[in-house]
């Protein structure tokens, strides 16, 4: 991110899961607020339809994979939710469950940035909510958390998208470190990427480099990278045991009922906090 301003992949997914409920009507994941969060968009026209029908695709099925997960862990009486890099993310204006409090952490400017478009849709910030204003890289997630309201002898449920090939090994391994800290059942759901393998053709190999010019641009460059072995240890390491670890092909069968054309791109986890 620059200093000063918002995430630009921030809005970036919010487009498409914007784009998803007028495009494709939500028939993978619903959301009626992300339009108006969003506003009103053109197609970016620097990427074919191919590749954002794809994008559509993939923001839709991660968040759905992650709202099934806290549905299930709500059933069982989980009743905080934390959301890591929440962005323009809109679970908690539309949350369907009686008590659940909701902590949403991400960076200052984004957090200023996002209530200014709440303001503006005309979106309601109900009490639930509480916002945790982190910089992953430099800020204590724990106190933060607990300074908030979290309380870390109850089980919590944790999403944490969009974010871990953004950060340093560090940070990761720092937040995995708290997050790990909190109570048995804790369960977590995140994406991290594996190593990049150059597109096979052309015109995915000019896309590819699209993107890494323009994340570049604004200080938001994928940087970490991991196999599912390491991710795995990594974990295990911190208290976690794995329950999913899926790719883009796996989730497509689950939730489209189809195989999409390529196991390129980030992959999907739950794990709970097992000790």
């Excluded at 994979?65 to 934390?82: C, P």
């Excluded at 190999?205 to 604004?218: D, G, K, P, S």
């Excluded at 196991?263 to 794990?271: C, D, E, H, K, M």
């Amino acid at each position: 991110m620059q200093t000063g301003q918002p995430s630009r992949t921030a809005l970036a997914a919010a487009r498409y899961r914007a784009d998803h409920q007028d495009l494709e009507g939500g028939n993978i994941f619903r959301d009626p607020l992300a339009r108006a969060i969003v506003g009103e968009t053109g197609p970016d026209e620097r990427f074919t339809e191919k590749w954002r029908q794809r994008m559509r695709g993939y923001i839709a099925v991660r968040a759905r994979f992650a709202e099934d997960a806290l549905a299930a862990a709500a059933a069982r009486g989980t009743g905080q939710v934390v959301i890591l890099g929440a962005g323009l993310d809109t679970f908690a204006y539309r949350n369907p469950h009686p008590g659940l409090r909701v902590f949403e952490v991400d960076h200052p400017d984004t957090q200023t940035w996002k209530c200014e478009r709440l303001a503006r849709a005309g979106i309601e910030i109900p009490d639930s909510v509480a916002y945790v204003p982190v910089d992953f890289e430099r800020d204590a997630l724990g106190a933060s958390l607990t300074a908030a309201g979290l309380d870390p002898e109850c089980p919590a449920f944790v999403i944490w998208l969009g974010v871990t090939v953004y950060l340093t090994r560090a940070a990761i391994d720092e937040t995995l470190r708290v997050l790990g800290g909190l109570a048995p059942d804790t369960e977590l759901v995140f994406d991290y990427g594996p190593p990049i393998v150059p597109p096979p053709t052309a015109e995915l190999r000019a896309v590819h480099e699209e993107r890494e010019r323009r994340l570049a641009a604004v200080g938001e460059r994928w940087i970490s990278f991991f196999t599912p072995e390491q991710i795995a240890e990594i974990l295990s390491g911190n208290g976690f045991a794995v329950a999913e670890d899926l790719s883009v092909v796996e989730l497509a069968g689950r939730y489209v009922g189809r195989e999409v054309p390529t196991t390129a791109g980030p992959r999907l986890i739950r794990a709970r906090v097992a000790r």
